[in-house]
Every structure is written in C-alpha cells, then in structure tokens.
C-alpha cells in the first residue's frame, strides 16, 4: 500500500475523532443519563416495562427521537416533559453515551 495512502486514511480518522469530540460528550452523557436510569437503566436496558431499550441505538436514531418529543411530533406523557427539559448539548451527549454501550443479543435457538 503506498505510504501517501496510509496517511491520508490515518488524518481522515483523526479529523473525524476530533470533530465527534467537539460535537457530541459521551461522558457528559453519561453523567445525565442518570436521570433517564429509572426507566431506561443505567446500562440503557429498560427497567420499566413500557419503556424501550436505549442501548446500542444508533445516535442519530436517538436525536431523532428526543427532537420529535421536544417538538411534539411524537408525545408521551412522561418522555414529552423530560426531553422538553433537555439543554444544550444533552441530547448529543446523552446520543453519544448510549450509542456507545455495546449491546450482544442471543438467537433463539
Ligand atoms: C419515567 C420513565 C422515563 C424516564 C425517567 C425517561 N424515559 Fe425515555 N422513555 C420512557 C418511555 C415509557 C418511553 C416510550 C415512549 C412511547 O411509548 O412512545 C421512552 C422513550 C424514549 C426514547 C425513544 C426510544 C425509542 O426507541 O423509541 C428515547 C430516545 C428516550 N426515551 C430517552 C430518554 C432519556 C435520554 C432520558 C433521560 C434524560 C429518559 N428517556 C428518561 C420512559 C422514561
């Protein structure tokens, strides 16, 4: 592989983990889904039995959802209030923290 190539890939992957960093705090997330841990558990699998499973979503799937709750597109007599009372960064970083727990499922068999 030439050595021009290799490091286009190797500052393509720093330029992306720094602006991620920027964007979205996992660990910022982390400490405000403490908050959500009653329903969604700390590990993002549900505690309550209405509510879903956070864990492993996709961040972008996560911003979308608390957006449509913040918006009123999609409602829910709990969620509503609680995503209304979201700030700034916390849906990135609540995004970015449950995105990255890693999930394994086993198959029936
Ligand atoms: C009192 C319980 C409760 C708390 C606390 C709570 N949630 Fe929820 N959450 C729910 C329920 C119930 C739903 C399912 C809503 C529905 O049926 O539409 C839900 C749905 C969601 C969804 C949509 C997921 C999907 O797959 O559709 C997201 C995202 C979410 N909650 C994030 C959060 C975050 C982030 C927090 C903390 C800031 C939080 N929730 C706190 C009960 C809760």
């Not at 960093?21 to 558990?41: F, L, P, Q, R, T």
């Not at 209405?50 to 597109?73: C, H, M, R, V, W």
Request: contains cysteine; charged residues 20%.
């Amino acid at each position: 592989m030439p050595r021009s190539f290799v490091w286009v890939c190797v500052l393509s992957a720093a330029t992306l983990a720094t602006s991620q960093a920027v964007a979205a705090d996992a660990i910022a997330g982390k400490k405000k889904a403490a908050s959500c841990a009653v329903c969604h558990g700390i590990d993002g699998l549900h505690k309550a039995p209405d509510a879903p499973n956070l864990a492993g979503n996709s961040a972008e799937y996560i911003i979308k959802q608390l957006k449509a709750f913040q918006t009123g597109a999609r409602q829910h007599e709990q969620m509503s209030i609680i995503a209304k009372g979201l700030k700034g960064g916390d849906v990135d970083n609540l995004a970015a923290w449950y995105s990255s727990l890693k999930v394994t499922v086993e198959m029936p068999k």
